[in-house]
């Protein structure tokens, strides 16, 4: 006997609620019961008018933006053609069957006049934070730092030379000012400030032109806040670097955000200056990797009563030669005893704040 084709019944009534389609499972059910949103109405009220037509309600505009990522929509447009549809999504924005979704026109225009250049964002981030610190999902104890890179919608080809100016580092001057305070108590000369240079060459003669206090930089004629961004095999583009921390339990508890073209170590002290604003007193660890192993991170880290937390690197000495963990520190005399127990004496402090101690060589060179 042959199979009847299926007759589709797209004609039927549904007696039903919202509530009742949604699966109790439904990701939007737990989002709901998690997040408290109604804040967001007292955070914005400012920022609207109490004259006119009545405008639609922030709430809904700011759940859009969570249904665009948490489902990985990841546009705009889409999400809001999405919620016409999808009952779960218009369950969640508080929307009936009946209830035009907002346009994504109308959400972008909400965005630019009214949220754009406020702090809003921010703040809807640090309340939702302070929820979850509330209800105790986060532990404050050790925190683990790292940067990642986003591309920027710009075409790398598109750029032009930009001249800027050589900006010193946050820690440099107070970083020279202890340098020099150790080699003044070690009779050494101090360190005269250092006037930050870029040699230019003639390309065709290589002989020096200019000697200046700036450099070329690639602007982006697209995006230029972003920075040209190149490591290792990483394809050469124009991007940005979200320089985030987060809990044990991948939490975020703090993010900014800076140019591509900064190294991870630069932007650190930013990042780390937001983060002790909001929670200094609850973190104990700092735990970054071999990026962030410079003089000037650790200082800052221990400078603030935190430990830093740091992977090993493997000494580097040849095969022959004592390992740097073989030799004991003398903190009273401040010198290195060498496992010969032969004296390493102060020697000098150089530019990055790293101390050398030299042995003797006329007793050393003959010892194997």
């Not at 709430?59 to 999400?79: A, C, D, E, Q």
């Not at 404050?140 to 598109?158: I, L, P, R, Y």
């Not at 240079?197 to 290589?206: L, S, V």
């Not at 104990?284 to 992977?311: G, V």
Request: glycine share 2%.
């Amino acid at each position: 006997m042959c199979m009847t084709r299926q007759s589709y019944k797209n004609d039927c009534i549904i007696l039903s609620t919202l509530e009742d389609l949604v699966p109790k499972d439904h990701l939007v059910r737990k989002l709901d019961s998690c997040i408290d949103f109604t804040f967001i109405e007292d955070l914005v009220k400012d920022l609207y008018s109490e004259i006119g037509a009545p405008s639609i309600p922030p709430v809904v505009l700011f759940k859009l933006i969570f249904i665009n990522i948490i489902f990985k929509i990841n546009s705009m447009r889409k999400t809001c053609d999405e919620c016409e549809v999808n009952i779960a999504y218009r369950w969640y924005l508080g929307l009936s069957i009946y209830d035009a979704i907002p346009n994504y026109s109308t959400w972008s225009k909400n965005y630019v006049r009214r949220y754009k250049d406020s702090d809003v964002f921010n703040q809807i981030f640090d309340n939702i934070l302070n929820q979850a610190i509330k209800y105790n999902f986060i532990d404050m104890e050790t925190v683990f730092g790292d940067s990642t890179h986003q591309k920027a919608n710009a075409n790398k080809n598109k750029h032009k030379d930009v001249e800027v100016e050589i900006v010193k580092k946050v820690y440099e001057d107070k970083m020279l000012e202890e340098i020099n305070e150790d080699r003044i108590n070690h009779g050494k000369k101090p360190f005269e400030e250092l006037n930050k240079k870029e040699i230019m060459f003639d390309e065709e003669t290589g002989e020096v032109i200019e000697n200046t206090n700036t450099k070329h930089i690639k602007q982006s004629l697209t995006d230029p806040e972003s920075g040209c961004f190149h490591k290792g095999e990483k394809e050469k583009c124009f991007a940005y670097s979200h320089h985030i921390f987060t809990d044990k339990n991948g939490f975020v508890i703090s993010k900014t955000t800076e140019p591509g073209n900064i190294h991870d170590s630069v932007s650190f002290f930013k990042a780390y200056a937001v983060l002790n604003n909001k929670f200094k007193d609850k973190i104990k660890n700092i735990c970054l990797d071999a990026a962030y192993t410079t003089p000037p991170i650790c200082r800052e880290i221990i400078k603030n009563d935190h430990t830093p937390l740091m992977p090993y690197t493997r000494p580097k000495t040849g095969k022959e030669l004592f390992k740097k963990y073989e030799y004991a520190y003398d903190e009273y005399y401040d010198c290195y005893i060498c496992p010969n127990n032969e004296i390493l004496e102060y020697s000098t402090t150089d530019r990055n704040g790293y101390k050398q101690y030299k042995s003797n060589k006329e007793k050393c060179k003959n010892v194997l």
